[in-house]
Antibody, heavy 121, light 107 residues
Framework: QITLKESGPTLVKPTQTLTLTCTFS??????????VGWIRQPPGKALEWLAL???????RYSPSLNSRLTITKDTSKNQVVLTMTNMDPVDTATYYC?????????????WGQGTLVTVSS | DIQMTQSPSSLSASVGDRVTITCRAS??????LNWYQQKPGKAPKPLIY???SLQSGVSSRFSGSGSGTDFTLTISSLQPEDFASYYC?????????FGQGTKVEIK
């Protein structure tokens, strides 16, 4: 059974750095073709893709947020960490992590429940 | 970035109706098109991958078609549990991009 769960602060202040952790089970990030990514959704708005890290440590970022994002993995803990610097109220959103595979289905086939992050002073 | 445009943004339909949602990519993405269903307060649920393949456990009343730039998601007979928002996503290239969503509401 594959599960993912996001954890991190629910409230951050403007200009602070957000650190979110995705803890997963049922698959390994050492397996060829496997990746874990982050997607966010501001309240009432659409999904926005943020970043993805693959089994081989290949990392991809949204160009519009590239300068603020860092994604890393700890395969021994089955965790993926996303950091986002210089947080702003517009970054208030539910943040999801999800598994994606390079081969079929090549989609985000398993998702965490999401964690709401509010940016406010 | 590849832009994904969904239409309509919202629709009202009745139980039993056939519903079609379209998604257009700003350039050809072959069949690297995925569909997700999202209910309020819940994570997106994968429905379809590779434009027309059903994810495991998804009802056969959902179907997808298309290739290149134009894609459709069809619900053959709308059920009460299908009232939700639907998103398309391209997995052809990075960055992954989503459509703006289509909200299916009860008429």
């Amino acid at each position: 059974q594959i599960t993912l769960k996001e954890s991190g602060p629910t409230l951050v202040k403007p200009t602070q750095t957000l650190t979110l952790t995705c803890t997963f089970s049922g698959f390994s990030l050492t397996t060829n073709g496997v990746g874990v990514g982050w997607i966010r959704q501001p309240p009432g708005k659409a999904l926005e893709w943020l970043a993805l890290i693959y089994w081989n440590d290949d990392k991809r970022y949204s160009p519009s947020l590239n300068s603020r994002l860092t994604i890393t993995k700890d395969t021994s803990k089955n965790q993926v960490v996303l950091t986002m610097t210089n947080m702003d109220p517009v970054d208030t959103a539910t943040y999801y992590c999800a598994r994606e595979t390079v081969t079929t289905p090549r989609s985000s086939d398993f998702w965490g429940q999401g964690t709401l992050v509010t940016v406010s002073s | 970035d590849i832009q994904m445009t969904q239409s309509p943004s919202s629709l009202s339909a009745s139980v039993g109706d056939r519903v079609t949602i379209t998604c257009r990519a700003s350039q050809s993405i072959s069949n690297y098109l995925n569909w997700y269903q999202q209910k309020p307060g819940k994570a997106p649920k994968p429905l379809i991958y590779a434009a027309s393949s059903l994810q495991s456990g998804v009802s056969s009343r959902f179907s997808g078609s298309g290739s290149g730039t134009d894609f459709t998601l069809t619900i053959s007979s709308l059920q009460p549990e299908d009232f939700a928002s639907y998103y398309c996503q391209q997995s052809y290239s990075m960055p992954r991009t989503f459509g703006q969503g289509t909200k299916v509401e009860i008429k």
